[in-house]
């Protein structure tokens, strides 16, 4: 399926959809996201419930088959300072999949910019539910802990 437009939010139903709606997200801000990883929990799993703390740079997601919280990319160097909030779709489920891209400085493969992506596995909603400036350090390191 292609994206669809229902109102005022995205819709789609392969991870191609939703790397599609956060790369278009990244081009709007600016920091056009030029590599991109889907989550999978080490148990195989690829549904999560996330929350994020923005200000901070912290994604925590949480496997829904085994209960493993994960630190996505960076996030272990921030966490202390961080106030981490569960997401909700706009249909109240709070089960995704996601996908993470980032923006890298011109010339190098060192991240700039870190976006998250959710699928929403009850009503396909697609959309960033999270980003911001990120110097992480190289990008493969990085996008290997999503």
Same mark, same amino acid.
Request: net charge negative.
């Given at each position: 399926?292609?994206?669809?437009?229902? =109102?005022?939010?995205?819709?789609?139903?392969?991870? =191609?959809?939703? $790397?599609?709606?956060?790369?278009?997200?990244?081009?709007?801000?600016?920091?056009?996201?030029?590599?991109?990883? %889907?989550?999978?929990?080490?148990? =195989?799993?690829?549904?999560?419930?996330? $929350?994020?703390?923005?200000?901070?740079?912290?994604?925590?997601?949480?496997?829904?088959?085994?209960? $493993?919280?994960?630190?996505?990319?960076?996030?272990?160097?921030?966490?202390?300072?961080?106030?981490?909030?569960?997401? !909700?779709?706009?249909?109240?489920?709070?089960?995704?999949?996601?996908?993470?891209?980032?923006?890298?400085? !011109? =010339?190098?493969?060192?991240?700039?910019?870190?976006?998250? %992506? @959710?699928? @929403?596995?009850? @009503?396909?909603?697609?959309?960033?539910?999270?980003?911001?400036? @990120?110097?992480?350090?190289?990008?493969?390191?990085?996008?290997?802990?999503?």
């Amino acid at each position: 399926m292609a994206l669809t437009k229902k =109102g005022e939010f995205w819709y789609g139903t392969t991870s =191609g959809d939703t $790397q599609a709606e956060l790369r278009s997200y990244s081009v709007a801000n600016r920091h056009e996201a030029v590599r991109f990883a %889907a989550s999978k929990c080490d148990c =195989g799993c690829r549904t999560f419930a996330l $929350q994020t703390d923005e200000e901070a740079g912290v994604a925590i997601r949480s496997c829904t088959d085994c209960g $493993q919280e994960h630190l996505m990319g960076d996030s272990a160097d921030h966490v202390e300072e961080a106030a981490p909030e569960v997401h !909700e779709c706009v249909c109240e489920n709070e089960v995704f999949e996601l996908m993470s891209g980032v923006s890298v400085y !011109e =010339g190098t493969h060192r991240v700039r910019w870190y976006y998250i %992506a @959710c699928h @929403c596995v009850e @009503c396909n909603l697609v959309g960033v539910f999270a980003d911001w400036k @990120c110097d992480a350090g190289d990008a493969a390191v990085f996008l290997a802990k999503v």
